[in-house]
């Protein structure tokens, strides 16, 4: 049974017939009940028992308004989400800043709001939580014709699903009851989970794919950096929690001044500031936009010959800044690859609001996991 309180996120597409019904109205709309049968292989029979509880709960609406008055023979009703009745809410908690987010039960953002993540260094970690969670509070009253179905955070460093608690070194968070904080604020269950692990789950869960297959590697970088893999239809999320590829070994060039150093000490701000400042240019210079674009190539290139995926999704500022766009990227990580075969480097669908979607994503999990038992028990 769903109860408020902390859930652990399982980020994976789900595989109950409603959920694969839900996905295929929700990818779909507006859809037909033939057209359903066809996006999932059930029968008809199951398509049609999943429709008429899903329109019982009020996920789902019929929508006769949508018909072609123009057809031949007996009207059939199109199926949408119902896009009115809930909503779910989220917190991205990045090193300076946090989003939070409202969205409907397709992911779409109805509102999203950025604060401080710590006002001033007296701040600590549990205060700066609480702060952050009746903030959220706030905002998810302003929609209270909706029920909050869910509340996810996404946050760096080291998660417990489990319990909710977050140990941040760059925030200097240690055991910080996230979880705990943001359920005693939004009474409904609450998931926590590693930011770049709900990035990559709003790629896969609110992309508008049916049938996502093979594996994916998601890598983000802007003043930290980080990566996830996407496996056929699942995150992949480590008993222990994710690896770091911030002490990854790369060499700098001018962004440092020794010949080898860890990847995320080169790749933000401070980074390029010294950088300018010894080479005397400015902080937008394109040597530095050239130098981080090469960096950033060749160490994805470094973890796909390891993990041989069968795409590469980037997102964060330090990809999108150059004026070239990924093609400098593209080009160190086309050089700097052992493999044989090409391999195009996407940016994310979401663009600069991929933090954003990160909590709408672990918020909406377990709807899209079994969405009949998460509206029964809520």
């Not at 009851?177 to 709003?202: D, K, N, T, W, Y």
């Not at 160190?332 to 990160?358: M, N, R, Y």
Request: glycine share 10%; net charge negative; aromatic share 4%.
């Amino acid at each position: 049974m769903v109860t408020p309180g902390v859930v652990a996120a399982h980020l994976r597409v789900g595989s109950a017939p409603s959920a694969v019904v839900l996905n295929a109205i929700r990818v779909g709309a507006p859809a037909f009940r033939e057209q359903i049968t066809g996006m999932t292989g059930l029968s008809a029979a199951t398509v049609n028992r999943q429709i008429t509880a899903l329109v019982e709960s009020g996920l789902v609406d019929e929508r006769p308004d949508l018909l072609d008055s123009r057809g031949v023979g007996r009207p059939k009703i199109p199926l949408t989400l119902d896009r009115d009745r809930y909503c779910v809410a989220g917190l991205h908690i990045g090193a300076r800043r946090t989003a939070l987010v409202i969205a409907d039960i397709g992911g779409r953002l109805l509102y999203s709001h950025a604060v401080r993540t710590q006002e001033g260094r007296d701040e600590d970690g549990a205060a700066a939580v609480e702060r952050l969670c009746r903030g959220l509070a706030e905002l998810a009253g302003r929609f209270s014709g909706r029920q909050v179905l869910w509340a996810g955070a996404a946050v760096g460093g080291v998660v417990d699903p489990a319990s909710g608690t977050v140990t941040h070194p760059i925030l200097h968070w240690s055991q910080v009851p996230l979880g705990e904080i943001l359920c005693r604020h939004l009474p409904v269950p609450v998931s926590v989970a590693e930011h770049v692990q709900a990035m990559a789950a709003a790629e896969l869960l609110l992309d508008g794919q049916i049938a996502p297959a093979g594996a994916g590697l998601f890598f983000y970088a802007r003043e930290t950096v980080g990566m996830a893999l996407i496996l056929d239809d699942e995150i992949y999320q480590p008993v222990h929690g994710p690896g770091s590829i911030a002490g990854l070994p790369v060499a700098p060039g001018v962004l440092a001044e020794s010949p080898i150093a860890p990847l995320q000490s080169v790749i933000g701000t401070a980074a390029r500031k010294a950088a300018a400042a010894r080479l005397g240019v400015p902080d937008d210079a394109g040597v530095l936009a050239d130098e981080r674009a090469r960096v950033l190539g060749e160490a994805v290139a470094l973890m796909r010959d390891v993990i041989n995926p069968d795409a590469i999704i980037v997102a964060g500022e330090a990809f999108g800044a150059h004026p070239r766009g990924l093609a400098p990227v593209q080009a160190a990580f086309d050089a700097a690859s052992s493999l044989d075969w090409p391999l195009e480097i996407v940016p994310t669908k979401f663009g600069l609001h991929v933090p954003d979607s990160a909590p709408v994503a672990v918020a909406l999990a377990a709807l899209y996991g079994d969405p009949l038992a998460v509206i029964r028990d809520c």
